[in-house]
């Protein structure tokens, strides 16, 4: 039975904020602004400062990995809790760096908390919500990663004025008290929910969802130079310092919180699959103008289009999945896939960055222009899907149902409406 109750209907929407906010918001994008410091503290050299921020990604991927087998075990609803308490160990364990091996260690379990979270919490959470509201109930769950990263850029810069050390344990501090404002609001699974693998896999497989797996591996290759780099490149490559670094991050959190509900209100009015054209575009125009821009006007409104683009694609993604694939099941099935395909380019994207990173001395522009290629790339997977497609007629995708034939996955017309997604 679905939750009908506003209260009912808002608690667990809430806890998925909070933990989209925690494992995401704050345990990946908390740790940007931090970068400066960590090199000037000398806690580590900038070599390393960067590999340990690529754990993260990795940890991401393999939590993605493990979130469903896990929930399996012990449910979504402990899983979710479980995972929240380690992304809080986490922040209280890095207030001490015992060496590159604790630290690397610890970065790597937020990953893994936060892609499991990843996996997990749109399906625990969007079975409750009627039809209608999912477009909405999907954005304010992942405004929360919107929120992590404003919070970020305006909460980190006080509490380093504490100390390095202070920073770490408030920010503990703040992911406990989330944890436990969200702790009695998780809803109980489902069940149906738990379908086998194998009964999910026997069914074909729309080609757009192997379409979307693509794209959404390239938008994550596309969106960590700006994640990972952007106050660094303010601060150190521009030569603005620290401060106006930590300006530009608060207009990234900006743009991160309007993300989820723009795009997703694009997805509603436009249908998902017009909506990532749209974005893609605009994301690889202010990739590359940012590879040019020094003035803090234009570095403040590209952070906010870049800062929409991390957590607004993932409700994005997700309507398309819910376009695609009518069951329940597989969605869930699906939206598992997908994260992986998303945590594996991430994980790999933040490496050769980071690696091309030091080996060019720090050459921040190139970056940038890699990274608008790759979203250029996720653009075009769609264009050379659509000329196969036409140049192989017999080679066509059936119909979801007898009402809606026109909506496959590599037809030219427009996808139905996100708000008409069927319930899960």
Same mark, same amino acid.
């Given at each position: ?10 608690l667990?929407i809430?806890?998925?904020? *909070? ?45 993605a990995?493990?979130g469903?087998?896990l ?7 402990t899983? !979710? ?5 380690a ?6 364990? *890095?207030?001490?760096?015992? $060496? ?6 610890? +970065? ?29 109930a999907?954005g ?8 992590g990263?404003?919070g970020?850029?305006?909460l980190v ?6 100390? /390095?050390q ?8 703040l $992911?406990?008290?989330l ?13 149906h ?20 797996f ?11 130079p700006?994640m990972?780099? /952007? ?14 670094g930590? !300006?530009?991050?608060?207009?990234y ?21 017009r ?7 605009v ?10 821009a020094? $003035? ?33 099941? +597989?969605?869930? /099935?699906a939206?598992?896939r997908?994260?992986? $395909?998303f ?7 933040g ?12 050459h ?13 790339v996720a653009?075009?997977?769609?264009q ?9 007629? *017999? ?21 139905? +409406?996100?708000?008409s997604?069927?319930?899960?």
């Amino acid at each position: 039975m679905r939750t009908s109750s506003p209260t009912g209907l808002w608690l667990p929407i809430f806890a998925g904020l *909070c933990a989209s906010l925690v494992s995401i918001g704050l345990a990946r994008f908390a740790y940007t602004p931090l970068i400066p410091a960590l090199i000037q503290a000398q806690w580590f050299s900038a070599n390393d400062v960067v590999y340990l921020g690529a754990a993260n990604l990795v940890g991401y991927l393999i939590g993605a990995l493990l979130g469903r087998p896990l929930a399996r075990q012990l449910s979504n609803k402990t899983a !979710l809790r479980i995972m929240m308490l380690a992304v809080t160990a986490a922040f209280f364990a *890095c207030a001490f760096p015992l $060496s590159v091996i604790w630290f690397f260690a610890w +970065r790597l379990l937020s990953g893994i908390a936060g892609g499991a979270i990843m996996v997990l919490v749109a399906a625990t959470v969007l079975p409750h919500v009627p039809a209608a509201r999912k477009g909405l109930a999907s954005g304010a769950i992942f405004l929360g990663i919107g929120l992590g990263i404003a919070g970020s850029g305006t909460l980190v810069p006080p509490l380093l004025s504490l100390g /390095l050390q202070d920073t770490w344990l408030g920010l503990g501090a703040l $992911s406990l008290l989330l944890t436990a404002l969200s702790w009695f609001g998780w809803p109980a699974d489902l069940a149906h929910a738990d379908v086998t693998h194998d009964a999910a896999a026997a069914q074909p497989t729309p080609p757009g969802v192997y379409l979307l797996f693509g794209q959404y591996a390239f938008m994550a290759a596309g969106l960590v130079p700006a994640m990972v780099f /952007l106050v660094d490149y303010v601060a150190r490559g521009l030569g603005a310092g620290a401060h106006v670094g930590a !300006l530009v991050w608060v207009m990234y959190g900006l743009g991160a919180i309007v993300g989820p509900v723009s795009y997703g209100f694009l997805a509603d009015r436009f249908g998902a699959r017009r909506s990532i054209r749209l974005v893609l575009v605009v994301q690889a125009i202010a990739l590359g103008l940012l590879a040019v821009a020094h $003035s803090f006007l234009a570095l403040a409104l590209l952070a906010v289009v870049l800062g929409s683009f991390p957590p607004g694609i993932v409700p994005l993604a997700l309507a398309r999945v819910h376009e695609l694939l009518p069951e329940h099941h +597989r969605q869930q /099935l699906a939206w598992s896939r997908a994260t992986v $395909s998303f945590a594996t380019f991430q994980a790999l994207a933040g490496f050769a960055y980071s690696a091309l990173f030091n080996a060019t001395g720090g050459h921040h522009a190139l970056l940038f222009v890699i990274a608008a290629g790759a979203i250029g790339v996720a653009l075009l997977l769609e264009q050379a899907a659509i000329f196969w497609k036409h140049t192989n007629p *017999c080679r066509r995708e059936p119909a979801r149902d007898s009402h809606s034939p026109e909506n496959t996955a590599l037809t030219v017309v427009a996808p139905s +409406r996100a708000s008409s997604l069927p319930q899960g």
